[in-house]
């Protein structure tokens, strides 16, 4: 307890500079945070991937739609299950700045390919059973107040309604979806690829084709085989297509953000440098100003053990507060942030391996930091130190 008190009094001499030391520590941890778990977030749904899915895509880009009838004839191909198109749509709710994932697909394929796809409210059945049906992700009915039974008017961007560009695409919602795992985001709108069909076959532009394809494997199936005959399906045209098992094509999209992780850990070791160096500075001038102190405590009988732990403790104490209130601002703005970056980072959440290193990092930092002012103080003689005031 008397540590602890002079432990509190010495950082106190100083409030502003400790003040301004603490506040750097909560900015550094809360950016290390919320960096790491934009990468982590990224790389779930790689580790997520199922082993039984592969996706089919233009070997030109991702944003090159394939025929409309190439999903009949791949599903042809000896091991292929089930195959369920997919469209992104790239529509907004309201105002542009309500943006999210909208995809029109196969209703009783997505189900059955999507397991993990659990419904929390409505039910499959009820989105089966309605041309204009949808089904939402949690959160993002959660973000919208939406209800099973409402009407969702969705403005499409890259699909205008055949009735005119203001008017919109409506949706009665039938259901509530938790993702029990991280490949898929509950920031998604599904609605049926028939109504997405007929309503664009009246318009001018005509249906597009299909942006992706899911195919759901039998049970043991050579997946390698599999992608080499899908592959060699349209080898001469009309449109070349590139199979890839879904981890891949996971890896694949994360890739369209640039070299993400390098990037982040750059960002997040320059910070940490740099609070590092902060601290050290701090710790060092708290040691010049308690040399005459530290000289007392020794003419008084402290062993130099225990005058280096008081040093040690003020570094620690230091980083231990400040680097726990980043922590936790991380954690309170956890679900804000998880809204915000939803459209690009969705399921963005703070897992348990961040928050452990987050919380070895603030010791370590704390040891660092402390270890300089309390070596040289163990070092001290009582007459230099007090010699030094006279």
Request: glycine share 8%.
């Amino acid at each position: 307890m008397d540590l602890l008190r002079l432990v509190l009094r010495n950082l106190l001499r100083h409030p502003l500079r400790t003040l301004l030391t603490m506040g750097s520590l909560v900015v550094a941890f809360f950016l290390m945070c919320t960096l790491r778990s934009l990468v982590t977030t990224l790389e779930a749904g790689t580790s997520a991937a199922a082993t039984d899915r592969l996706w089919v895509q233009s070997a030109v880009s991702l944003f090159v739609e394939m025929p409309l009838s190439y999903p009949e004839r791949i599903a042809q191909v000896d091991g292929v299950e089930e195959v369920c198109k997919w469209q992104w749509f790239g529509g907004f709710y309201q105002d542009e700045s309500n943006f999210f994932a909208q995809f029109a697909v196969d209703p009783d394929e997505l189900m059955s390919c999507y397991p993990e796809i659990e419904m929390i409210e409505g039910s499959s059945a009820d989105f089966l059973a309605r041309r204009d049906s949808c089904i939402v992700g949690e959160s993002l009915a959660n973000q919208f107040g939406w209800k099973v039974g409402d009407r969702i008017p969705i403005i499409g961007a890259l699909f205008p309604h055949p009735d005119g560009a203001d008017t919109a695409w409506e949706f009665e919602l039938a259901g509530i979806y938790r993702p029990q795992t991280r490949n898929i985001d509950d920031r998604t709108l599904f609605f049926q690829w028939e109504l997405f069909e007929e309503t664009l076959e009246a318009s001018e532009t005509g249906l597009p084709g299909v942006g992706a394809m899911v195919l759901r494997t039998t049970k043991g199936s050579d997946q390698t085989r599999i992608m080499r005959e899908v592959d060699a399906l349209y080898e001469n045209g009309p449109q070349r297509v590139q199979t890839t098992t879904e981890a891949e094509f996971q890896a694949q999209f994360i890739s369209m953000f640039g070299n993400v992780p390098f990037f982040v850990s750059a960002i997040g070791g320059g910070v940490f440098a740099a609070i590092l160096l902060a601290c050290i500075n701090t710790m060092l001038m708290a040691a010049r100003e308690q040399r005459r102190d530290i000289g007392i405590l020794k003419a008084l009988g402290f062993k130099d053990g225990s005058v280096a732990s008081v040093l040690l403790a003020q570094s620690l104490t230091l980083c231990t507060i400040g680097g726990l209130a980043g922590i936790g601002l991380a954690l309170i703005t956890e679900k804000s942030i998880g809204l915000a970056m939803g459209a690009f980072f969705p399921g963005y959440a703070i897992d348990e391996r961040t928050l452990i290193a987050a919380v070895v990092l603030v010791v370590l930092v704390g040891l660092i930091a402390g270890l300089a002012p309390a070596w040289t103080a163990r070092r001290a003689k009582v007459i230099d130190t007090l010699a030094a005031h006279d």
